[in-house]
């Protein structure tokens, strides 16, 4: 298993859909996880951090499943500006900020 | 609040000529990483720095990559001598110690060898 794995994309879904992706990972002691939003030609900025219970932001909602090692990120009512590339990060083996791991990212497309 | 200063924000050489990119870190991180992202390997980790010192520096491809910070607000990228395979966009990133807190890019310099 790749360290930190994520469906590429495109998804391509209309405004207002429900999008949904997921990001496994090959260490079941990883400590830390995010999800970062890349927009094209720009620098990868945080969205948020994933908490074990599970948090939302808004439209936004993350999960953790420690028992099958993956990650979600659930997107309500998409807007076009919701188009960027989402990248799954895991701090694989603790500690360290060093070990952070940036998956390749899923490009998503909000169309009119 | 400032962010994470890189420069230049592009450069375009020939190959074999030296490269030296430059970052400016946010106030108070004690981490500094320098990054390389292409289409076909993604974000990579070149190296990382705490408090200055380099932690891992086991991501530069080879010997022609270094990368030195001399003090907490300023660190270096060289590559000498460049390679058309170098083209690529490099971050430079900087955060708090905490595992928990997330690491804060820079604008990039997108780098193309000719």
């Known amino acids: 298993r790749k360290e930190v794995e994520q469906d590429p994309g495109p998804f391509n879904v209309p405004e207002g859909a429900t999008v949904a992706f997921n990001c496994t990972y090959s260490?079941?002691?990883?400590?830390?996880f995010f999800w970062y939003r890349q927009d094209c030609r720009k620098e990868p900025k945080l969205l948020m951090s994933?908490?074990?219970s599970g948090n939302e932001d808004g439209r936004f909602t993350a999960q953790l499943n420690r028992a099958s090692q993956y990650i979600s990120l659930l997107i309500r009512d998409s807007k076009l500006s919701d188009s960027a590339t989402y990248l799954c990060?895991?701090?694989?083996?603790?500690?360290?900020?060093?070990?952070?791991?940036f998956g390749k990212g899923t490009k998503l497309s909000v169309k009119p | 609040d400032a962010g994470v200063i890189q420069s230049p924000r592009h450069e375009v050489t020939e190959m074999g000529q030296e490269v030296t990119l430059r970052c400016k870190p946010i106030?108070?991180?004690?981490?500094l990483f320098w990054y390389r992202q292409t289409m076909m390997r993604g974000l990579e980790l070149l190296i990382y720095?705490?408090?200055?010192?380099?932690?891992?520096d086991s991501g530069m491809p080879e010997d022609r990559f270094s990368a030195k910070m001399p003090n907490a607000s300023f660190s270096t990228l060289k590559i000498q001598p460049s390679e058309p395979r170098d083209s690529a966009v490099y971050f430079c990133?900087?955060?708090?110690?905490?595992?928990?807190?997330?690491?804060?890019f820079g604008d990039g310099t997108r780098l193309s060898i000719l």
């Open positions: 990133a900087s955060s708090f110690l905490d595992s928990n807190q997330p690491q804060h």
């Open positions: 260490n079941s002691a990883s400590q830390s």
């Open positions: 994933v908490y074990s």
């Open positions: 990060v895991v701090n694989l083996y603790g500690g360290s900020q060093g070990n952070l791991i």
């Open positions: 106030s108070g991180h004690d981490y």
């Open positions: 720095f705490n408090n200055n010192v380099p932690i891992d």
